[in-house]
């Protein structure tokens, strides 16, 4: 779970590094549970199947031996309960309350495990509603949990915001379908997210298409799908696309969803487990830093103005943001860098003392790296770019600094 305050949920776009700044409005879980990795599910819009993707996720991840739990933030439209058979309602303790177990033990906790009667409607005003999510968090007693997925209310209103702000989630997935303004909608969602720097684990696209029962061909509904290149332009990963199969509707009307035996979603799982792997150990997780002039690294690590700060994650780019240095000099950039909690800067070129101060503060350094921002992560994580903390660096680019203000005293390669 990413407790961070400046991370994840903490803060959102406000929060420029300055710890004082940060308003952190992260709720604490309940005392007994140990949840390890929080999944927000999130649609730019209702209607889009997103408690099917969340409830096939949730299958997928129990069958690999996880323990799995399903908190459904979708107050007024809850289905998860519905498609899981769970009739028997939420019991409660003077210490919380439990969630309902399923048939392959995924702990559940909806709102109309709380109702009396499965069909009254919840009309409550936003912050009521945001509220009950929160509690499902913090008194809800769900003990052990290696994923819980949250099925978040649809759309991006104030609703989906406050969970945002008070639950601290690992990534969310992004639940679309072809029919969509796929673009403007993924966008919405992606712009929420990226404002609250929740890392985006992909989309999944929901009635991609449908599977002909007698020649087996793809019949595609709702035209070509758009996901791909709204993806690509954004630079997120499709996760999976889901089929409307009517195998799955009719299990979901039975209650009987566990029973599907479908792999749509198998390859969305794998990222996952892979992105926020468990497995008893920590995540391997770094912070670099590129000092940044358009989409290019920029010669001169005093006077760029922005750094391109990517999280790296088990050798893989978890997350991407342009931070503006805003006017420090060079001198007070080390420590504005390490309150990012930056491991390794990359830069054309670097002054002596400079290098010095970032040194001291146990940050690597890799001077002469030149082109596209991507590539050079790329050549970093391929061990191809080599550190300069200490004498000459063993990378292959050349220099494309003159200014004076680079340190680094290696040839060209
Ligand atoms: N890919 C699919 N194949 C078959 N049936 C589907 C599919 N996606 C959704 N459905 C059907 O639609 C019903 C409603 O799905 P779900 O509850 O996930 O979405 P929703 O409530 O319409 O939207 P959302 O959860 O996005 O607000 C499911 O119970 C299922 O019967």
Not at 222 to 233: M, P, V, W
Not at 265 to 289: Q, R, T, Y
Not at 352 to 368: D, F, M, P, R, Y
Request: proline share 4%.
């Amino acid at each position: 779970m990413n407790e961070s305050s400046c991370g994840s949920a903490g803060c959102g776009s406000s929060c420029s590094g300055n710890s004082n700044a940060c308003h952190d409005f992260i709720e604490k879980t309940h005392e007994l549970n140990t949840i390890k990795r929080v999944i927000g599910v999130v649609s730019g819009k209702g209607g889009v199947g997103k408690s099917l993707i969340t409830s096939t996720l949730a299958i997928t991840m129990r069958r690999k031996g996880y323990k799995v739990g399903i908190l459904d933030a979708d107050i007024t439209g809850p289905s998860i309960p519905k498609m899981f058979g769970i009739t028997k309602k939420a019991e409660g303790c003077e210490f919380g309350i439990y969630p309902q177990k399923t048939h392959n033990d995924i702990s559940v906790m909806s709102i109309n495990l709380l109702l009396e009667k499965d069909d009254s409607p919840v009309i409550w005003r936003g912050p009521v509603i945001a509220g009950t999510v929160k509690q499902f968090w913090t008194d809800v007693i769900w003990g052990d949990i290696d994923y819980l997925f949250l099925d978040m209310p649809p759309g991006t209103g104030d609703v989906p915001l406050t969970v945002f702000q008070s639950i601290p989630l690992d990534g969310i997935v992004i639940v679309t379908s072809p029919q969509d303004l796929v673009s403007l909608i993924v966008k919405k969602a992606y712009n929420m997210a990226k404002a609250m720097n929740i890392p985006i684990l992909g989309i999944v696209e929901n009635m991609s298409y449908l599977r002909c029962p007698d020649c087996s061909k793809e019949i595609k509904l709702f035209g070509e799908s758009k996901i791909n290149s709204a993806a690509g332009e954004l630079g997120i990963k499709v996760l999976g696309k889901m089929p409307i199969d009517p195998e799955i509707a009719q299990l979901c009307d039975k209650g009987e969803i566990e029973k599907t035996d479908n792999e749509y979603l198998a390859d969305a799982a794998l990222h996952i487990e892979k992105i926020l792997a468990i497995n008893g150990e920590e995540k391997s997780v770094m912070k670099i830093a590129v000092a940044t002039e358009g989409s290019n690294v920029s010669g001169h690590f005093g006077k760029c103005e922005n750094f391109t700060i990517a999280e790296i994650e088990n050798s893989e780019v978890k997350n991407k943001v342009v931070v503006n240095t805003q006017g420090n000099q060079h001198g007070l950039l080390p420590a504005f860098l390490a309150s990012h909690n930056v491991s390794v800067v990359i830069a054309g070129g670097m002054g002596e003392g400079a290098k010095q101060n970032l040194v001291s503060k146990g940050i690597e350094i890799i001077t002469g790296a030149s082109g596209n921002i991507d590539e050079v992560i790329n050549s970093f994580l391929n061990g191809r770019l080599k550190s300069s903390n200490t004498g000459c660096a063993g990378h292959g680019h050349s220099h494309g600094h003159g200014n004076g203000d680079s340190g680094c005293n290696c040839g060209h390669h």
